[in-house]
């Protein structure tokens, strides 16, 4: 069985063996507005040299840090909490408010929880509770801990106080730390720092082959940025705001439009709950019934190349997998830090919708979040410093989107220079070379940059590039002979199903020596705006660099069956063959589901597919796969001259 030391409970506030330096501050903390600001503040002390532990409680608006008084002070914890921003240390409080002296700690098993909302609603029923220290209910794992002054208040009164009306009921004490065995701090067979795709499929791997696993994990909640604040949040929404826009615009005549009833805090409830649970099913489900597998939460330093630590206990693997993810990289900006900015990370759980907002960047983060707010209702204003949005793509792909949001009213500015970010009252102000742009909220989608700064990567004397990328080789093999990286912290192509596929592959290359290596031959991909673009191998330009001789097919859309029946023909489907082979080299579609056809293109491109047998191959009639038989045909016919079918 998995054994979890402190997934989802507080960080120890006790000083044991090997800790006896170690003081400790308790600070109230001012402009928190929810969970995850106390999640950022936590992240952000974490990663100074020498603090040990912080535990940030939002409704209780305080804060507990643990730390080496040698290598930071307390000036240097509450000046970093001051300089985030919208957060500020009100005053230090006596020790006392973290029930030193006599505590107790104690994990009960909860029934009746169906979503995160409930475990924060049992939390808010202690809120006042004179002897409560801290309390951390999880509805992913159906418990609650909560540490106490057994002078001020019971067990028993805890127990009372969760069971005291609707259907949440405390089912068992869990005895002793939990019932969950504490991590060995002898060596593991693999230590995997971090805790989305990559480490989970790492971790899988590693137990098939029977392997001692340790997951060390902080920052993101199991899962990492995908199901938490990535993928599945963004793409649930993106739907909720594609359900608005075409109830509004039925380009059917016999489907009069309509204003459909909208709640927006209920959509973010709703995406909450869909984020808990596939947490609950494709994570911690898949690893509970697992053997050897020890996931521990805490930031991770490497001391030496073969040893990590943990609060302050040390750890030994045998080999090694980073996959520490990455993270916002916001840029540095005169008065953004003062204004205060969302991140893809803190804007999925802003439960009252922005009025008007601003979004720094034109990559596919920025332009699936700027047109799925700006359905909702939100006025939406890109800026972004390069020519044109999506600027890794040809022009004739990204013009064609820029032209769809602009008809939407989605305003894109390009060529911006921003010089500063200022408030007017509640308003946040940004000035550029374009002039003054003023809204209410701020995104910050600059891109992104890997999660290796915190971890002392250069104790372990692994090399990264000029990005803080961490260099691999095609077996995901570092410099270092027995650490490995995957994902997005490394310099690989930063998709999901990559960093899986990566994970994996180190481990067999680790403990097996198999020589596997991952193959981006034809890689799919997809931004989900509407329409859609996707894409799989080369474009012209990385044709031309190639030195691959091509020739180009664009189908429109207008050509298309399938979306001339939904009267919907916006964009084109665009093929790109080697012109002395006839092989099928690269494809790039912008079209409504048009990521449905990636894997199509990339499929073929794979099987060495030319583009006379994929102009030969059956597809079937009214389907939009369709669309790519006739871009296929176009190479040497005019498709608007042939009959339906016609080959």
Known sequence: MVKIRNMFTPKSNKIGEGQKSLSEVVLEIEGMTCDHCATGIEKKVGHLVGTASQKVN??????????????????????????????????????????????EEVTFSISGMTCDHCATSIEKRFEGHEGLISKSVSYADEKGTFIFNPDKISRQEIIETINKEGNYKVQKEIGGNGNLERADPGQHDLIIIGGGSAAFSAATTANELG??????????????????????????????????????????????????????????????????????????????????????????????????????????????????????????????????????????????????????????????????????GTKVTMLHRSERILRT???????????????????????VSIQKFEKNGDAIVAHTNEGTFEASHVLVATGTRPNTSGLAIENAGVNLNKTGHILVNTKQETNVGHIYAAGDCTD??????????????????????????????????????????????????????????YETSVMPLTEVPRAQAA?????????????????????????????????????????????????????????????????????NKDVSELSCCAS
């Open 393 to 415: 793509q040809a022009a004739d792909i990204t013009d064609d989107l820029t032209s769809h949001f602009t008809e939407e009213g989605i305003e894109v500015h390009t060529n």
């Open 492 to 549: 690989t192509p930063a998709f999901v199903y990559t960093a899986a596929k990566e994970g994996k592959v180190a481990v067999l290359n680790a403990f097996q020596s198999t020589g596997d290596m991952v193959d981006y031959t034809g890689l799919p991909w997809v931004v989900f705006t509407d329409p859609q673009i996707a894409g799989a191998g080369l474009d012209e330009k990385e044709a031309e660099e190639a030195g691959i001789p």
């Open 58 to 103: 939002y409704p209780e608006g305080k804060g507990i840090f643990s730390y080496d008084p040698e290598k930071v002070s307390k000036k240097e914890i509450i000046d970093t909490i001051n300089g985030m921003g919208n957060y500020s240390v009100k005053k230090e409080l006596p020790a006392s408010s973290n029930g030193q002296g006599t505590e």
């Open 567 to 635: 009267l919907d023909t916006r964009g084109v489907i665009k093929l790109i063959r080697n012109s002395e082979t006839d092989k099928l080299i690269g494809g790039r579609i912008i079209a409504p589901e048009g990521g449905e056809l990636a894997m199509q293109v990339s499929l073929a491109i794979k099987a060495g597919m030319t583009i006379q047998e994929l102009a030969d191959a059956f597809h079937p009639y009214l389907t939009l796969s369709e669309g790519v038989k006739l871009a296929a045909i176009t190479f």
């Open 211 to 376: 392997l001692t696993v340790l997951m060390v994990n902080a920052g993101l909640d199991i899962g990492g940025t995908c199901v938490n604040v990535g993928c599945v949040p963004s793409k649930h929404l993106i739907r909720a705001a594609e359900q608005v826009h075409r109830a509004q615009h039925s380009p059917f005549n016999g489907v009069s439009g309509a204003n459909p009833t909208f709640d927006f805090k209920a959509t973010i409830q709703q995406k909450k709950e869909l984020v808990a649970a596939l947490q609950k099913k494709k994570y911690l489900g898949v690893v509970g019934d697992l053997d050897n597998i020890t996931i521990l939460e805490g930031w991770a330093r490497f001391v030496d190349a073969h040893t990590i630590e943990v609060d302050g206990k040390p750890y030994k693997g045998m080999k090694y997998l980073l996959a520490t993810g990455a993270t916002t990289n916001v840029p540095d900006l005169p008065g953004l830090e003062d204004v205060g900015y969302l991140t893809n990370e803190t804007l999925f759980d802003l439960e009252e919708q922005p009025e008007h907002l601003i979004v720094l960047g034109a990559g596919y983060i920025a332009l699936e979040i700027a047109q799925a707010y700006h359905r909702f």
